[in-house]
């Protein structure tokens, strides 16, 4: 699937807006922050590259099953850059945001974009 230019800058705007939320829920540190963003980087690397790969000819508990090893095999690595409870609340987190991002589109399809007030 192509992206327009639009779609893409939106994509970016809201990766910046997960980076920001899972950096105050964090509550990173300096250090924790240079060695936990690393991780992610290639943590998410990984993701899209399992979700590509089983786009098609995969059944949907086959795709929930890659995904859930990637997300496994960085439990480690993420535990080494924070503690193993906040590596395990990265992923919470990450949970948090998807779902307040799907609720924000859901209800933008449903009642158009929402008019921002001039304050």
């Known amino acids: 699937m192509a992206f327009s230019q639009g779609q893409q800058r939106g994509g970016e705007r809201v990766e910046a807006l997960k980076i920001a939320y899972i950096t105050k829920k964090l509550n990173l540190t300096t250090d924790e922050a240079q060695k936990f963003w690393p991780v992610y980087n290639q943590y998410m690397a990984d993701l899209k590259k399992t ?22 095999k ?46």
């Open 51 to 72: 979700r590509q790969e089983t786009r098609e000819n995969f059944d949907e508990l086959e795709k929930d099953e890659k995904v859930l090893a990637v997300r496994k």
């Open 74 to 119: 960085y439990l480690g690595d993420f535990s080494k850059a924070l503690s193993p409870a906040r590596a395990n609340e990265f992923y919470k987190y990450e949970k948090e945001f998807y779902a307040f991002v799907a609720k924000e589109l859901q209800e933008r399809r449903q009642n158009g974009p929402r008019q921002r007030q001039n304050r």
